[in-house]
């Protein structure tokens, strides 16, 4: 590990050491608060830097809202939190304009989407309206009320959680609002080790309530600034590219990955280099990421499914069956994602010639 | 510095999303995982392996008795047979038995050795033995003197050899230490694959001795065998370098080892079925050409000369011994030696003390008074396959010519012979008589026999008075010597007697000797040998001087030329015994007691030649009645004919022959280095590339790749470097800097922003001392069986052809 990074010039190399310790320190607290899942509390910070969105998917009771909190509580930034029920108007989201007597005038109050970091609980169990006006929020990074457009404050990331137990009378995500989302992960239930040192840990208080901002906003903005600095090299890209078209025409997939996809991949991966204290991109960030950002995003056919399923944990809803540590049919998924990146060339390997 | 800030990056990096996916992407399907390098070998105690290995002592017994079967064309009768292969039996089944044992390898080994011993013991030489089992000193003195004797009666005895006990008790001992071989070759140093060696040598036994077309059914079973017992042996894991190559290819199943055993061994029997018919030199026939083993070696070895008289005769193969053109109207008898002094034991050929060298002129022939018609006869010869001191030539030669070395000519006899060389190749030309008598000239041969013919007449005291009565009863109506001598011939000849090249050997009755001759008159039975020392001996009885001529009979002539000569080719199955008989003032004639030849005895012994000879006196002068115009079509068809016998023709075909065999072996030797030798190339283009090209620890990268995958480690398009290198990581104790400084530098190269990565000639340098760091250690920790095949059979090469 000699001379892995070495940034060009002194702005970038300063750039990379103040995102490098940043991040270790984000990274610091949420592991105080979420005990062994490292790999869930760096991908929730890779999809804070390169502004994505997450998605929290598992049964009750794992940590998604703790997670969620505490990397928002970890970054010195606005932080609002909406849970969802079925009766959650569209408004209690985006916000709402009031007639103002004393002004004579229509005012608008900021919905609890205008914040830097908006923790959406529970999102399957709000209506499928509720759910589009958070959606759209996510994707144009604005609101617009009565003719008038409301931008929202960079960094805006949504993290929402989704129960994918008790079904009845929730709204699962659909497929296309799912792609919104840049990683779906699923928590999981720790293991043993790790459950007991939470029993220890949460004995007097709750851990979150000690977690304190590590880093500012403008540091945060800093360091996806310096994210998006990192190089991809059009050998990469091509190969992100490549991995996306297997998808669409791999036959155990009924439903590709959309070119949104393609992107959040290759930003994922950036931020996966810039964390790794590297300038550019390699095939292996990408290849890291494929499962977390590709997965909740393609839908296996039916032949695929039942010839992969071991148990019978199917539901109505594709993804939306589950349980703890993945369902069978998430398991499918990742099986056929590593066998398409098993057989896409890797540019290096690929470049011969002599 | 980015790995202890990121302690747990590697980790987030295989997140997947979910519990389910366990270690890297892409990498984690197909890496071997961290398995030891050394892999710990097969414990003997293992009760259900040992049970499997002593299920393969059937097929070692059949692999061993099948080929065993191959020798019933050289022994009579199936005794000998079920002998053996009860010792081999016995072996197997006490190693069998004690490999059931959890007892250390060479246990079952020892205590076969022993069965095999004692079993030796109690069939061959039980009186010996200690408590009517252990062996003892004089046990083995007992079954060395067998060993002679069997040495002894393989060399007296012609094919099919009567199994004497001493040869089952070679064949038992032989057998049972091949029996020991094979099963220490597959258990004990666990190389099955060179127990085939063993079946191979007992199948070549009986091609080697005798002649015989080849059995395919019994080839094709011992095959069948052998990869059954390949297969099963790669199925329990019975092999010395089990371990090796699991850990080497990540991509091997364990299972697939039995199928790529077999699939190997069908290869290497068809490549030995189609490469010698497809290769020009080496096909079957090419061996066949006679080489010097196989020559009939008349009387060179000093042995008992009937005894290889009749072995040759035996020869199932003869081969062509000499080709000659004569102007003689009919064949000639060709005389290599006389026989003429018999006394008690083998009879030996005449003495040469009185020869002289052969230019300082011949002989004139014994008692030919200058009234009896002679006819010259001219011959030319070639000799092409016959190794002997003496000469074939008619007798009585005149001239000898166009010889090469020192020869010498015995007196009397007429013999050529010498000390410093020998007939093999030599072409001459010999002058003869065709001596013509009158039916009067004989009649009226005196009986009294000269002072120096005292010898011819000669018989010891104590031969069988069976051969004197029977000479007097056969000749009780002649009254001359050439009358007893017509009867003689004609009492062989007229059907009472049989031919029988084998009937000798069966009766034991064979070779020159007055008992011999004794038994051979009451069994009527026998060849040349018999009926001519019988003859001769017969005459001595009578007071006719007599000796036993050796040599060739005229056998068929093979083409006429039109200048009234005639060519015949002889083989050497036409070794001819035949008495020659001494008449005053004729000399000796020959005369033909032999039946069953279709040979034409001379005119002159037969009964009616006084008829004969009054109706046609006698024949001209020219002495050729041959027809002057031969017919055209045989001759045309000569040349080619002597042209394939001449030897020195034959000579050149087997030189070019074994030519076309080097350049063939040496051109499979360069195809099949090749690939080894492009690959050595290859990789010094790269290194040397390195200092100077673009991109060098890609390059360097790639190189590394490709010697893993010649180390059969699987190299696939959908993994990076990475992942590469962190699963041949846990195969191979890879030197951890040279390889991050590489993976570095070429990551660097291939995706950094363009210009970042320039190297400078000391970096370049230190990677390709990376390079060399990498491929060495792989080398070093490979064993010697997988660097071979990382040299020899390169699989880069193949995944780059595949490329295009």
Same mark, same amino acid.
């Given at each position: 590990?000699?001379?892995?990074?070495?940034?060009?010039?002194?702005?970038?190399?300063?750039?990379?050491?103040?995102?490098?310790?940043?991040?270790?320190?984000?990274?610091?607290?949420?592991?105080?608060?979420?005990?062994?899942?490292?790999?869930?509390?760096?991908?929730?910070?890779?999809?804070?830097?390169?502004?994505?969105?997450?998605?929290?998917?598992?049964?009750?009771?794992?940590?998604?809202?703790?997670?969620?909190?505490?990397?928002?509580?970890?970054?010195?930034?606005?932080?609002?939190?909406?849970?969802?029920?079925?009766?959650?108007?569209?408004?209690?989201?985006?916000?709402?304009?009031?007639?103002?007597?004393?002004?004579?005038?229509?005012?608008?109050?900021?919905?609890?989407?205008?914040?830097?970091?908006?923790?959406?609980?529970?999102?399957?169990?709000?209506?499928?309206?509720?759910?589009?006006?958070?959606?759209?929020?996510?994707?144009?990074?604005?609101?617009?009320?009565?003719?008038?457009?409301?931008?929202?404050?960079?960094?805006?990331?949504?993290?929402?959680?989704?129960?994918?137990?008790?079904?009845?009378?929730?709204?699962?995500?659909?497929?296309?609002?799912?792609?919104?989302?840049?990683?779906?992960?699923?928590?999981?239930?720790?293991?043993?080790?790790?459950?007991?040192?939470?029993?220890?840990?949460?004995?007097?208080?709750?851990?979150?309530?000690?977690?304190?901002?590590?880093?500012?906003?403008?540091?945060?903005?800093?360091?996806?600034?310096?994210?998006?600095?990192?190089?991809?090299?059009?050998?990469?890209?091509?190969?992100?590219?490549?991995?996306?078209?297997?998808?669409?025409?791999?036959?155990?997939?009924?439903?590709?990955?959309?070119?949104?996809?393609?992107?959040?991949?290759?930003?994922?991966?950036?931020?996966?280099?810039?964390?790794?204290?590297?300038?550019?991109?390699?095939?292996?960030?990408?290849?890291?990421?494929?499962?977390?950002?590709?997965?909740?995003?393609?839908?296996?056919?039916?032949?695929?499914?039942?010839?992969?399923?071991?148990?019978?944990?199917?539901?109505?809803?594709?993804?939306?069956?589950?349980?703890?540590?993945?369902?069978?049919?998430?398991?499918?998924?990742?099986?056929?994602?590593?066998?398409?990146?098993?057989?896409?060339?890797?540019?290096?390997?690929?470049?011969?010639?002599? | 510095?980015?790995?202890?800030?990121?302690?747990?990056?590697?980790?987030?990096?295989?997140?997947?999303?979910?519990?389910?996916?366990?270690?890297?992407?892409?990498?984690?399907?197909?890496?071997?995982?961290?398995?030891?390098?050394?892999?710990?070998?097969?414990?003997?105690?293992?009760?259900?392996?040992?049970?499997?290995?002593?299920?393969?002592?059937?097929?070692?017994?059949?692999?061993?008795?099948?080929?065993?079967?191959?020798?019933?064309?050289?022994?009579?009768?199936?005794?000998?047979?079920?002998?053996?292969?009860?010792?081999?039996?016995?072996?197997?089944?006490?190693?069998?038995?004690?490999?059931?044992?959890?007892?250390?390898?060479?246990?079952?080994?020892?205590?076969?050795?022993?069965?095999?011993?004692?079993?030796?013991?109690?069939?061959?030489?039980?009186?010996?033995?200690?408590?009517?089992?252990?062996?003892?000193?004089?046990?083995?003195?007992?079954?060395?003197?067998?060993?002679?004797?069997?040495?002894?009666?393989?060399?007296?005895?012609?094919?099919?050899?009567?199994?004497?006990?001493?040869?089952?008790?070679?064949?038992?001992?032989?057998?049972?230490?091949?029996?020991?071989?094979?099963?220490?070759?597959?258990?004990?140093?666990?190389?099955?694959?060179?127990?085939?060696?063993?079946?191979?040598?007992?199948?070549?036994?009986?091609?080697?001795?005798?002649?015989?077309?080849?059995?395919?059914?019994?080839?094709?079973?011992?095959?069948?065998?052998?990869?059954?017992?390949?297969?099963?042996?790669?199925?329990?894991?019975?092999?010395?370098?089990?371990?090796?190559?699991?850990?080497?290819?990540?991509?091997?199943?364990?299972?697939?080892?039995?199928?790529?055993?077999?699939?190997?061994?069908?290869?290497?029997?068809?490549?030995?079925?189609?490469?010698?018919?497809?290769?020009?030199?080496?096909?079957?026939?090419?061996?066949?050409?006679?080489?010097?083993?196989?020559?009939?070696?008349?009387?060179?070895?000093?042995?008992?000369?009937?005894?290889?008289?009749?072995?040759?005769?035996?020869?199932?193969?003869?081969?062509?011994?000499?080709?000659?053109?004569?102007?003689?109207?009919?064949?000639?008898?060709?005389?290599?030696?006389?026989?003429?002094?018999?006394?008690?034991?083998?009879?030996?050929?005449?003495?040469?003390?009185?020869?002289?060298?052969?230019?300082?002129?011949?002989?004139? =022939?014994?008692? /030919? &008074?200058?009234? +009896? %018609?002679?006819?010259?006869?001219?011959?030319? #010869?070639?000799?092409?396959?016959? $190794? *002997?001191?003496?000469?074939?030539?008619?007798?009585?030669?005149?001239?000898?010519?166009?010889?090469?070395?020192?020869?010498?000519?015995?007196?009397?006899?007429?013999?050529?012979?010498?000390?410093?060389?020998?007939?093999?190749?030599?072409?001459?030309?010999?002058?003869?008589?065709?001596?013509?008598?009158?039916?009067?000239?004989?009649?009226?041969?005196?009986?009294?026999? =000269?002072?120096? /013919? &005292?010898?011819? +007449? %000669?018989?010891?005291?104590?031969?069988?008075? #069976?051969?004197?009565?029977?000479? $007097? *009863?056969?000749?009780?109506?002649?009254?001359?010597?050439?009358?007893?001598?017509?009867?003689?011939?004609?009492?062989?000849?007229?059907?009472?007697?049989?031919?029988?090249?084998?009937?000798?050997?069966?009766?034991?009755?064979?070779?020159?000797?007055?008992?011999?001759?004794?038994?051979?008159?009451?069994?009527?039975?026998?060849?040349?040998?018999?009926?001519?020392?019988?003859?001769?001996?017969? &005459?001595?009885?009578?007071?006719?001087?007599?000796?036993?001529?050796?040599?060739?009979?005229?056998?068929?002539?093979?083409?006429?030329?039109?200048?009234?000569?005639?060519?015949?080719?002889?083989?050497?199955?036409?070794?001819?015994?035949?008495?020659?008989?001494?008449?005053?003032?004729?000399?000796?004639?020959?005369?033909?007691?032999?039946?069953?030849?279709?040979?034409?005895?001379?005119?002159?012994?037969?009964?009616?030649?006084?008829?004969?000879?009054?109706?046609?006196?006698?024949?001209?002068?020219?002495?050729?009645?041959?027809?002057?115009?031969?017919?055209?079509?045989?001759?045309?068809?000569?040349?080619?004919?002597?042209?394939?016998?001449?030897?020195?023709?034959?000579?050149?075909?087997?030189?070019?022959?074994?030519?076309?065999?080097?350049?063939?072996?040496?051109?499979?030797?360069?195809?099949?280095?090749?690939?080894?030798?492009?690959?050595?190339?290859?990789?010094?283009?790269?290194?040397?590339?390195?200092?100077?090209?673009?991109?060098?620890?890609?390059?360097?990268?790639?190189?590394?790749?490709?010697?893993?995958?010649?180390?059969?480690?699987?190299?696939?398009?959908?993994?990076?470097?990475?992942?590469?290198?962190?699963?041949?990581?846990?195969?191979?104790?890879?030197?951890?800097?040279?390889?991050?400084?590489?993976?570095?530098?070429?990551?660097?190269?291939?995706?950094?922003?363009?210009?970042?990565?320039?190297?400078?000639?000391?970096?370049?340098?230190?990677?390709?001392?990376?390079?060399?760091?990498?491929?060495?250690?792989?080398?070093?920790?490979?064993?010697?069986?997988?660097?071979?095949?990382?040299?020899?059979?390169?699989?880069?090469?193949?995944?780059?052809?595949?490329?295009?």
């Amino acid at each position: 590990m000699t001379n892995v990074a070495q940034p060009g010039n002194a702005s970038v190399s300063d750039g990379f050491d103040e995102f490098g310790r940043l991040s270790s320190a984000i990274l610091d607290n949420l592991s105080r608060v979420i005990n062994g899942k490292p790999e869930i509390a760096a991908l929730s910070l890779v999809v804070l830097l390169a502004e994505g969105h997450l998605l929290v998917e598992d049964v009750p009771g794992v940590g998604k809202t703790t997670l969620a909190k505490a990397l928002a509580r970890s970054v010195g930034c606005t932080v609002s939190r909406i849970q969802f029920t079925p009766d959650l108007l569209p408004s209690d989201v985006t916000g709402v304009s009031i007639y103002n007597q004393h002004d004579r005038e229509f005012e608008f109050k900021p919905g609890a989407v205008f914040a830097n970091i908006v923790i959406a609980d529970e999102i399957n169990r709000a209506s499928p309206k509720t759910q589009s006006a958070l959606l759209e929020c996510m994707e144009e990074r604005q609101v617009s009320i009565d003719g008038q457009t409301y931008f929202l404050d960079a960094p805006f990331s949504v993290v929402a959680t989704q129960n994918p137990i008790e079904m009845e009378g929730t709204y699962a995500l659909p497929e296309a609002q799912r792609d919104r989302f840049m990683v779906r992960v699923s928590m999981g239930y720790p293991d043993a080790r790790a459950e007991l040192a939470m029993l220890h840990n949460r004995e007097v208080q709750s851990p979150l309530d000690q977690l304190e901002a590590v880093v500012s906003r403008e540091q945060l903005m800093r360091m996806i600034e310096t994210a998006r600095q990192v190089f991809v090299s059009p050998a990469v890209e091509q190969y992100a590219v490549n991995l996306a078209q297997a998808t669409r025409k791999d036959p155990d997939i009924r439903l590709g990955v959309s070119p949104r996809a393609t992107l959040h991949l290759v930003r994922a991966a950036k931020v996966t280099a810039a964390l790794d204290g590297r300038d550019f991109v390699l095939p292996d960030d990408i290849d890291a990421l494929v499962i977390p950002v590709l997965a909740h995003r393609v839908l296996l056919t039916r032949r695929s499914l039942a010839d992969n399923r071991t148990g019978g944990a199917g539901s109505a809803g594709g993804a939306g069956g589950a349980g703890a540590g993945g369902s069978s049919s998430y398991r499918a998924v990742d099986e056929v994602l590593r066998r398409i990146v098993a057989s896409t060339p890797v540019p290096l390997v690929a470049a011969r010639k002599v | 510095m980015s790995s202890t800030r990121f302690a747990e990056r590697p980790a987030a990096g295989s997140a997947g999303g979910s519990s389910a996916g366990g270690s890297s992407v892409g990498s984690s399907a197909r890496s071997s995982g961290p398995r030891s390098a050394r892999r710990t070998r097969r414990r003997p105690g293992d009760q259900g392996n040992r049970t499997r290995e002593a299920a393969l002592a059937p097929l070692v017994f059949l692999l061993l008795v099948l080929p065993l079967g191959g020798l019933g064309s050289l022994l009579s009768g199936n005794d000998w047979w079920y002998s053996t292969a009860f010792v081999v039996a016995v072996v197997l089944a006490v190693a069998a038995l004690f490999r059931l044992l959890p007892v250390p390898g060479i246990v079952p080994s020892l205590a076969a050795f022993a069965a095999w011993v004692v079993t030796i013991t109690l069939m061959f030489a039980p009186n010996d033995a200690l408590f009517g089992f252990l062996p003892s000193f004089d046990t083995l003195r007992t079954i060395r003197g067998g060993l002679a004797d069997a040495g002894a009666s393989i060399a007296v005895q012609s094919i099919p050899a009567d199994p004497v006990v001493s040869i089952v008790a070679l064949l038992g001992l032989s057998f049972g230490l091949l029996a020991l071989l094979a099963d220490a070759l597959i258990f004990a140093v666990r190389m099955p694959a060179l127990a085939g060696l063993v079946p191979l040598a007992i199948l070549a036994v009986p091609y080697t001795i005798h002649q015989q077309p080849f059995d395919s059914v019994l080839f094709a079973a011992l095959c069948a065998l052998y990869l059954v017992l390949l297969w099963l042996a790669a199925r329990f894991a019975i092999g010395a370098r089990v371990p090796e190559p699991t850990s080497i290819r990540s991509a091997v199943r364990p299972g697939r080892n039995g199928f790529r055993a077999v699939v190997s061994g069908v290869v290497a029997i068809l490549l030995a079925i189609v490469l010698p018919v497809i290769t020009p030199g080496l096909t079957p026939e090419s061996f066949h050409v006679p080489v010097a083993a196989q020559l009939p070696s008349v009387y060179s070895s000093g042995v008992d000369p009937t005894i290889q008289l009749s072995l040759d005769l035996r020869r199932s193969n003869p081969v062509l011994s000499l080709t000659y053109t004569t102007t003689s109207s009919a064949g000639l008898y060709l005389k290599l030696v006389d026989l003429s002094d018999f006394t008690d034991g083998p009879w030996q050929p005449e003495s040469t003390d009185t020869a002289h060298p052969l230019n300082s002129g011949v002989d004139a =022939p014994d008692g /030919l &008074a200058s009234d +009896v %018609t002679t006819t010259p006869v001219t011959t030319s #010869f070639q000799i092409s396959g016959l $190794r *002997s001191d003496w000469l074939p030539v008619p007798y009585p030669v005149t001239d000898v010519n166009g010889l090469s070395g020192d020869w010498t000519l015995t007196p009397g006899s007429l013999t050529v012979t010498s000390l410093d060389t020998n007939s093999d190749g030599q072409n001459y030309q010999a002058t003869s008589l065709d001596v013509q008598p009158t039916a009067a000239q004989l009649e009226s041969a005196s009986t009294a026999v =000269p002072a120096e /013919l &005292a010898n011819y +007449v %000669t018989l010891p005291g104590d031969i069988s008075p #069976f051969i004197r009565n029977t000479a $007097r *009863s056969v000749t009780e109506a002649a009254s001359s010597n050439y009358d007893k001598a017509v009867a003689l011939q004609k009492y062989f000849t007229s059907g009472a007697f049989q031919y029988s090249v084998t009937a000798p050997v069966e009766g034991h009755y064979d070779g020159g000797n007055f008992a011999a001759v004794a038994t051979f008159l009451s069994a009527k039975s026998g060849y040349c040998i018999h009926f001519a020392s019988a003859m001769a001996v017969m &005459a001595r009885t009578l007071g006719i001087p007599s000796r036993i001529a050796i040599g060739y009979h005229p056998g068929p002539s093979t083409s006429t030329q039109s200048d009234g000569t005639t060519t015949y080719d002889v083989y050497s199955d036409q070794l001819h015994a035949w008495p020659e008989l001494w008449f005053a003032g004729v000399g000796w004639l020959s005369f033909e007691p032999t039946p069953g030849l279709g040979l034409v005895p001379p005119a002159y012994s037969l009964s009616n030649y006084a008829a004969v000879s009054a109706a046609a006196p006698v024949r001209d002068s020219a002495g050729s009645t041959a027809a002057p115009t031969a017919p055209k079509a045989k001759a045309e068809t000569d040349p080619s004919i002597t042209a394939a016998a001449d030897p020195q023709v034959q000579a050149a075909a087997q030189v070019r022959a074994w030519l076309i065999a080097l350049v063939v072996v040496l051109l499979a030797g360069a195809v099949a280095a090749t690939p080894a030798i492009w690959r050595r190339v290859r990789r010094r283009r790269r290194l040397h590339q390195m200092l100077r090209g673009a991109q060098p620890a890609t390059l360097g990268w790639a190189e590394i790749a490709d010697t893993a995958s010649d180390y059969r480690f699987d190299v696939t398009e959908g993994e990076t470097a990475r992942a590469f290198a962190e699963r041949i990581g846990h195969i191979y104790r890879m030197p951890p800097e040279p390889v991050a400084a590489l993976l570095a530098a070429a990551e660097k190269e291939q995706f950094a922003r363009p210009g970042s990565a320039e190297a400078s000639p000391e970096q370049r340098a230190e990677l390709v001392a990376d390079v060399r760091a990498v491929i060495a250690a792989i080398s070093a920790q490979a064993s010697a069986a997988d660097d071979r095949r990382a040299l020899l059979l390169p699989l880069s090469l193949w995944a780059r052809l595949r490329a295009f």
